[in-house]
């Protein structure tokens, strides 16, 4: 039986890797509509290639360029949010939810909204909107199928399980590229030394989130809403190979744990085989060959962020919002050159000790304080960076 | 709702277990049979401590001394492989198969054959009649719960999986005190320096096998009967600190792997509880402060039992009963300093090489072939150790 499913960002590296499995499975999936932010020439040869009905550019100003490049195709062209939002709740079953960022966060609740099977692949949808979006599913029916790679990992993991089952979540990190760092290496580090990760290769925000493990922090505030347990009964351990994807322990002392070579391809092809399991081209796990895993406790002294990251969590509310929009205004400006690589934390501790905003109740909610905090957080660093 | 169980092998290390968690979780389970060899005493009193209300005792020897024991219990008394076999169809839904060795078999059979839930502890059972004891569990509706802590693990990595979307069985093994000894230093193992296992504390017998490698070959054949799947999909991967305990690849290239502390009762729990999980006070697993894992490819060179039993698996048929008769008898003459460590091997190369038997038809069939092998092999190494 094919299985239609919509790509919320088909042209980014999920949305690749999606159409890579999907182009290998042609008799299982049809792709029914497909989005870009901005590159209509990917989107519109993506069109080619599936035969999708629907193409949507996100930034309106591409619109004109799209409807050309699909005429001549049974593609319809369409553009901004609205666009994407009827590309989310159209005939697809399953939705890939791939947008970059908070411009990713409507299509998603209205994916949500619909009771769709929706294979997250957007961050900010738990960080920003994990109460709002986990109720909504609770509502409709959806499913959220997590694609981040340690999320799904505990997905895999549970499968099965009672939740009462279950004593702790654990998160594996990699530890970045200043694990073994000094304090001192840490605050004169540079953008150059912050994107270089060990072992998956990122965009340049994302690396620095892994520097600075900020990214472990955000992804411990999307286990929580993913997972429904509190804060302290997930736990994050540093494992520098990336081999184990996280785990699950149980409450007769069990762990279970999903491991892999670092190929997105085995988590996304687990959220479009889902409860069944497809196969793969990905290289097959060598643990001989790898023959050595190491595990640590991360150190919050030299990564504040994790903290600042489970105080977020705790505090809940529009705190996590907060958390999510400095960090990204911070890492913006390291990037930049502008702040230090430890001024990145100190920001977005300043911006989540001055910040007094309810908690959200909608995504305008979430979209304002993000907007706001963003605002702030740049003020705030023209203040003390003048 | 109270679970009725039978303990078979009740006073053995896995019995003792089983009873600690029973005892901790008294609402939820009701013992109605308990067995043991020889040692009515402990059966006696672990009959106060149940309320069990049939107690057996395998040599019929020791009958009287267990009926005095019990007078003024309201437990019967019985003896003997007729009375084991009642203890294992009597009211109990779960049967905890315990007992060692092929003593073990008829009383196992008979639960199976009765549609029983069997947890099995007794390697026997699946080793000597794999074929049979799968064959009348599809026959019965049995459910077979793997107890060992590798087939467990692969039991918990499999849950609510299809048999299509695995794709490999990957066993765990210690590596047993020989691990990194060279092929002289083994040639030379005394008793005392095989019965020294790093990690789990065992009987001699089964200290040899892990030895010698032997105990991973017969459960490479154990997880063929139990999982289904070929000997050229079930690899085993030397993994000397014995926490990762087993794992499960599947189709995708995901691995799920189960990882504990070295605590019998977490797979025994597993087993009591299944499909539900409870609580053990087994000690939770601190992968940072273990911090480290390793991985080796085995060396068949230095370990040939493991290709001999793979060759068992391979041949079927009697080969297996052949593989185990034959490797019990030599380890017992390598406790006894009869012959030296390398000629266990060797005795069991020339037991399967020379043995021409049928595939058994029941489990008197594996009895004789058993009992035929073992004097054969004795006789052997009296020609060569004369």
């Known amino acids: 039986m094919t299985r239609k499913i919509a790509i919320l960002g088909a042209t980014g590296s999920i949305g690749k890797s999606t159409l890579d499995l999907v182009?290998?499975?042609?008799?299982?999936?049809?792709?029914?509509?497909?989005?870009?932010?901005t590159n209509v020439e990917a989107l519109a040869d993506i069109v080619r290639r599936t035969g999708a009905r629907l193409a949507v550019v996100a930034d309106e100003s591409r619109y004109t360029d799209l409807a050309e490049l699909l005429v001549g195709t049974n593609c319809r062209a369409a553009a901004g949010?609205?666009?994407?939002?009827?590309?989310?709740?159209?005939?697809?079953?399953?939705?890939?939810?791939?947008?970059?960022?908070?411009?990713?966060?409507?299509?998603?609740?209205?994916?949500?909204?619909?009771?769709?099977?929706?294979?997250?692949?957007?961050?900010?949808?738990?960080?920003?909107?994990?109460?709002?979006?986990?109720?909504?599913?609770r509502a409709s029916g959806a499913t959220l199928l997590p694609v981040d790679s340690e999320h799904n990992a505990i997905f895999q993991c549970l499968a099965g399980s009672r939740v009462k089952d279950v004593s702790r979540l654990v998160l594996t990190a990699s530890g970045g590229p200043f694990r073994s760092a000094s304090a001192d290496a840490i605050g004169a580090a540079?953008?150059?030394?912050?994107?270089?990760?060990?072992?998956?290769?990122?965009?340049?925000?994302i690396?620095?989130?892994?520097?600075?493990?900020?990214?472990?922090?955000?992804?411990?505030?999307?286990?929580?809403?993913?997972?429904?347990?509190?804060s302290?009964?997930?736990?994050?351990?540093?494992?520098?190979?990336?081999?184990?994807?996280?785990?699950?322990?149980?409450?007769?002392?069990?762990?279970?744990?999903?491991?892999?070579?670092?190929?997105?391809?085995?988590?996304?092809?687990?959220?479009?085989?889902?409860?069944e399991?497809?196969?793969?081209?990905?290289?097959?796990?060598?643990?001989?060959?790898?023959?050595?895993?190491?595990?640590?406790?991360?150190?919050?002294?030299?990564?504040?962020?994790?903290?600042?990251?489970?105080?977020?969590?705790?505090?809940?509310?529009?705190?996590?919002?907060?958390?999510?929009?400095?960090?990204?205004v911070a890492v913006a400006s390291f990037l930049a050159a502008r702040i230090s690589f430890l001024e990145i934390a100190r920001v977005v501790h300043e911006a989540l000790i001055s910040a007094d905003y309810d908690a959200p109740r909608s995504i305008s909610d979430v979209l304002e304080i993000d907007r706001v905090t963003r605002k702030r957080a740049e003020a705030m660093m023209k203040a003390s960076c003048p």
């Open 207 to 230: 690396s620095v989130d892994s520097a600075t493990m900020m990214n472990k922090g955000l992804e411990l505030i999307e286990a929580h809403y993913l997972f429904g347990l509190p």
């Open 81 to 137: 949010e609205g666009a994407l939002v009827e590309a989310s709740v159209g005939e697809a079953e399953l939705v890939i939810a791939a947008i970059v960022g908070c411009a990713g966060l409507r299509p998603v609740m209205a994916a949500v909204d619909a009771g769709r099977t929706v294979a997250l692949a957007n961050k900010e949808a738990l960080v920003t909107a994990g109460a709002l979006m986990t109720d909504a599913a």
């Open 277 to 328: 399991r497809m196969a793969t081209p990905a290289r097959r796990l060598d643990l001989a060959a790898i023959a050595r895993l190491d595990f640590e406790a991360p150190d919050l002294d030299r990564f504040p962020a994790l903290r600042l990251a489970r105080e977020a969590l705790e505090a809940g509310g529009a705190a996590p919002i907060v958390l999510n929009a400095a960090n990204e």
């Open 232 to 275: 302290d009964r997930i736990d994050i351990l540093v494992h520098p190979q990336s081999v184990v994807h996280s785990m699950v322990e149980f409450v007769d002392g069990s762990v279970l744990a999903q491991l892999g070579s670092a190929d997105m391809r085995i988590p996304i092809a687990y959220a479009l085989a889902w409860p």
């Open 190 to 205: 540079t953008p150059a030394q912050a994107v270089a990760h060990p072992n998956w290769s990122m965009g340049a925000k």
């Open 23 to 37: 182009e290998r499975n042609r008799d299982r999936f049809a792709v029914t509509s497909v989005t870009a932010a």
